[in-house]
């Protein structure tokens, strides 16, 4: 009797724990896994190296249609010690190229949805900051002193910033750099609150700003940490939507119990994000996801309340905003037609 290894192969599954809080290592760990579980449809490559040499991954999850799709980006982590945040793209990747396969997967209209986009996911876009947030110095022993001199507020775990002490999602070049001045706002390095000297300084924002330039994705949805909040629009660029933003995170806000947050008024506040820099500079949409409930404390979460704070939540968000954005896109086509 032969045996059935294609069957076999196919239901296979791997599992992103839900109640371990997981590592670099861990994440780099799942990401091989799962190239050699869908290789029909995940392509894996360094996006680029963090301050500290760590690799910072790209997945790309497309079908082998030859017809041209549109570009959708999630990220992950990159404040350091949201480790929500990288687990929550880590598991929505594996479970939707589990249902790409399978009929038993929780995204049913997985292989639909690819029909009309390519998505592309980096679920740890800080890796430096992530490592120092967990005090897990392996492979980056050697920057140990450096992080230790750099201004700490309050213990490791709640380090913010990446390595080298400024705040990823402070340091984009959408044109409101220079008065960027956020309520923690630090003149030189820190865990938190350090926009960086000039934008574009780290790394990982160079990183991810010229991936954004290389793809302009259509939607961008950057995932952070505590609220159940969506911070959705600014008031610098809203009004280039002509209502496209409000009517689809209006939707995706109700399906998923998230508040909206206002318009953002002031770009002292609100700039030099990465949801900022892909509407500014892009003309796309970009909408930083604040998972989990506030707890009017800094430290995060404990790893456990993944499930019921986010993912029971939340899993389904990314396919209601495409399933959504489908839907509208017909009528503000024109918007993405024009540059
Ligand atoms: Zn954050």
Redesign the pocket.
Known sequence: MALPLMALSQNRKLTIQDSARYSVSMIYESVVDMIYLYEDFLEVSVLGYSEFGQAIPILKITDTSSKAKMPILLVGN??AR?FF?SKFVLKFCNEFLFSLANSNGVYPSANKILETYDLYLIPLANPDGLKIAQEDWSGIEIYKKEVDSIKRIGPYSDW?ANGIGIDL?NNFDDGNFEVKHGHLFEETPASQGHKGDYPCQANEVRILQDFVDSIVPLLTLSF??KGDVLFWADKGTHAQFEGLDTKLNTRIANKCGFKMAKVSRNPREYGAGLENYIRAKTRRIGVCV?LSPPNDLVAQHPSHMFKTLVWDKCRDMPILYLEELSRLYPSYRYLFLKD
């Open positions: 990159l404040h949201e945040s913010k999602n952070h940490t604040e």
